[in-house]
């Protein structure tokens, strides 16, 4: 079936570096793929999308691009911030699916140091 | 502002008893979601409602009741029959099902039983 990993945290960083949070994802057809992002004692929200292959989702200096080639939707950051620590979901729906079919990644926590 | 609220945010609970988290949205969104989230574990969908006095079991069902009398509205329900009720829950809703759709998720409301 479906299938989204996430690279396991947590993942500790200092200010100004640059991250990368792999995603790989299995499914059938062209899903849509998404990252969520968590703050702490917040709910989730959604922060970059990507509906097809070779689209680029980007948001709050947040990049991702939908690899079909290598089933992969990696979050980057060039510079993270304090404020980027939380907790980052990758996240699809499969080809011709709906939002109560998306598939979660468990999650990947990172913590920004100043 | 819109968005959605979820009460209590922090619930205590005997075994054996009922308990009913509550979920209001003032988006105008047609699709709701009650989801359980476990350290290490992702995202898990309980129930799901498309439309007004419709609602559909998701992948973990058991042991939870829902009902949707109002669109605003999508109270869950844990009940005693809930082997291991101890979890943080969300609620999310979209103004579609369809996956392209943004999912905007409340705070969250973090369940322990004693």
């Known amino acids: 079936g479906d299938s989204v990993t996430q690279m396991e945290g947590p993942v500790t960083l200092s200010e100004e570096a640059f991250l990368t949070i792999n995603c790989t994802y299995t499914a059938t057809g062209y899903p849509s793929l998404f990252w969520y992002v968590q703050y702490p004692g917040e709910g989730l929200q959604l922060l970059l999308k990507?509906?097809?292959a070779d689209d680029k989702g980007s948001n709050k200096g947040f990049e991702a691009t939908y690899r079909k080639e290598t089933t992969s939707f990696h979050l980057e950051k060039g510079s993270v911030q304090v404020s980027d620590s939380a907790v980052y979901f990758c996240?699809?729906?499969?080809?011709?699916?709906?939002?109560?079919?998306?598939?979660w990644g468990l999650g990947t926590s990172l913590a920004v140091n100043p | 502002d819109g968005g959605i609220t979820q009460s209590p945010k922090y619930l205590f609970r005997k075994e054996g008893q009922n308990v009913t988290l509550s979920c209001e949205q003032n988006l105008n969104h047609d699709a709701m979601y009650w989801y359980r989230q476990d350290p290490g574990q992702g995202l898990r969908l309980i129930y799901y409602s498309q439309i007004v006095n419709d609602f559909q079991k998701g992948d973990i069902a058991e042991g939870y009741s829902v009902s949707r009398e109002k669109k605003e509205s999508f109270p869950l329900t844990v009940t005693s029959a809930q082997k291991n009720p101890t979890a943080f829950y969300l609620c999310?809703?979209?103004?579609?099902?369809?996956?392209?759709?943004?999912?905007?998720f409340g705070e969250g409301s973090r369940l322990t039983v004693l």
């Open positions: 990507a509906t097809k």
């Open positions: 999310a809703s979209c103004a579609t099902d369809r996956p392209t759709g943004e999912l905007f």
């Open positions: 996240a699809l729906s499969p080809n011709a699916g709906n939002n109560r079919k998306l598939i």
